[in-house]
Each structure stands twice: as structure tokens, then as C-alpha cells.
């Protein structure tokens, strides 16, 4: 077995040095050194799959998820230096949890949010099961920021909104550095005064606790591909609020990126 393990350690750290030898080409002593870092890290990231992949029980479909992400995470770390920036990336999967989409289908979903409309059953509206979003895959360069605690559902947090407006065509962005955020985030009394667009309908103690782990952050609704329900949703995100390497609000190459990936997320996360 620590054979196995020890040869593939080596197949995949050179295919790693591979992956991002463009970084290395004219970039001088820092580059060189800085890319060995990138690969190296790169390399960790393979070879932990290939840790898991030789461990059970295995669960198919996590590790599907988590290949496709590692993917484009070395794919945005691609011909960049080593920086405090790219080391605090890190590319989130949540997921609506299965076994609520399997007990409660989207069909009998849509039929009873439809009766509860009506005045004999409009009461019950307010006993709407919204489960908690789950964390799928968290993945980095380095070790993925710990679970914040903080309870993600339909309507709330970034991906909580994310999956509530379930449009393809979005991309919903948080920046902690905007003036009209850090007001809010001052105390709980501005924060309960401030536009849901701003608090995404989060508790101030909650906001202020990812504050501490993330900067910036770009989230995309993964849909189902049978019923376009929104299943969940991927999130890039700095831990920075002012990155040097790209703007995550604002860049195309890294929306580019995201919107193949929920793509590839789709056909994975649909339920069979």
C-alpha cells in the first residue's frame, strides 16, 4: 500500500509541475521558487485524492464534486506567483440536502407551495421547511477555512439567496470592503436597519463571523438538469477584501470559470 501511495505521490507531482510549468518560463529565481511552492501545493491537492481514493468506505459522488473543483481551482491558479491572495482562494459546493429533495420532490413541492396560497391553507405558510444548506466540498491550495457554525437555508447568506433566486444568468457577489457594508457591520443596531440586499437576511453575529474568513466571494446556482429547480451552489472567494490578483466581483475569466463549473456540478448533484 505506502508504495502505491508513494507512486502515485510521484505521478502526480509531476503532472502537477505540468500543469503550471507557464509559470515558471522567463519569471526569473522568484518565479522559479514561487511556482515550485504552486506546484507542490497543486501536488497536494492530487495527492490527497489519491489518498482518498485508496481509503473506504468512498462515497462516488463527493469525489466527483471534489475532482471537478480541484480542477478549476488549479485551472485559476494557473501561470500565477505564490501570494497571500492565491493561498487564501477557495471554491465552496453547497448542496439543498438529497434526502429533502427525495422525500419532498420538486413536483410536490411546486403543488403544495400552490395550495398554501389559497385562503383555507394560507396559515401554513409559515411552517415552509427550508433545510439547512450543506457544505459539500470546501477546497484550497492550502487547508479550507473550518465550518463557520453559521447556518446557510433558502433566502439566507449569499448562497442561501443564491439558491432562492435559482437564475443561470447571475452571479450573486459579496465584497466586505464597500463602504454601505462596513457601515451596517458597525453594530447590530445598523445592521437590523440595513436593506436585505446587504445583510441577505443574515444575523448580525453570523455576518460579522464570515467577515473574519472571507473577503470577497462570487456564487452561481447549480440547477437540476431535469427540472431546473435550484440544487445549490458554488462559491469562489478570497480572504482578502482587497485582493491583488483579480477582483472576484467583477472578473470575466473567473465567471467563465464558475459557470462551467456548476455545469459539470449539475449532472453530478442531480439526484437519481
Known amino acids: 500500500m505506502k508504495l502505491v501511495v508513494l507512486s502515485a505521490a510521484a505521478i502526480v507531482v509531476w503532472a502537477a509541475f505540468i500543469t503550471i510549468n507557464g509559470t515558471i518560463q522567463s519569471a526569473g529565481t522568484t518565479g522559479v521558487v514561487a511556482s515550485t511552492v504552486l506546484v507542490l501545493a497543486v501536488a497536494i491537492q492530487r495527492v490527497n485524492g489519491v489518498q482518498r481514493w485508496l481509503q473506504a468506505p468512498k462515497n462516488d459522488r463527493i469525489e466527483q464534486v471534489r475532482t471537478i473543483v480541484e480542477e478549476t481551482l488549479i485551472d485559476l491558479c494557473m501561470k500565477r506567483r505564490v501570494t497571500d491572495d492565491l493561498l487564501g482562494l477557495c471554491i465552496h459546493v453547497w448542496e439543498v440536502p438529497l434526502w429533502y429533495r427525495k422525500i419532498l420532490p420538486s413536483q410536490v413541492r411546486i403543488y403544495l407551495k400552490d ?109 437540476d438538469v431535469r427540472s431546473g429547480e435550484a440544487i445549490g451552489c458554488a462559491t469562489i472567494s478570497f480572504s482578502s477584501a482587497s485582493p491583488q490578483l483579480f477582483d472576484l466581483t467583477t472578473a470575466l475569466n473567473c465567471r467563465r470559470r464558475l459557470n462551467v463549473l456548476v455545469a459539470g456540478l449539475s449532472k453530478i448533484m442531480t439526484g437519481q
Open 115 to 223: 395550495m398554501i396560497k389559497k385562503r383555507p391553507f394560507a396559515g401554513l405558510a409559515k411552517f415552509t421547511i427550508r433545510p439547512q444548506l450543506q457544505r459539500l466540498v470546501a477546497v484550497s491550495l492550502t487547508s479550507p477555512p473550518a465550518p463557520s457554525g453559521v447556518r446557510f437555508r433558502k433566502g439566507v447568506g449569499l448562497v442561501g439567496v443564491c439558491v432562492m433566486k435559482n437564475d443561470r444568468s447571475e452571479f450573486v457577489t459579496l465584497d466586505i470592503s464597500r463602504n454601505e457594508y462596513q457601515a451596517a457591520l458597525r453594530d447590530d443596531a445598523m445592521w437590523a436597519t440595513s436593506h436585505p440586499s446587504i445583510t441577505r437576511n443574515l444575523r448580525w453575529e453570523d455576518a460579522r463571523k464570515l467577515a473574519n474568513s472571507y473577503g470577497q466571494v462570487i456564487a452561481h446556482v447549480v440547477q
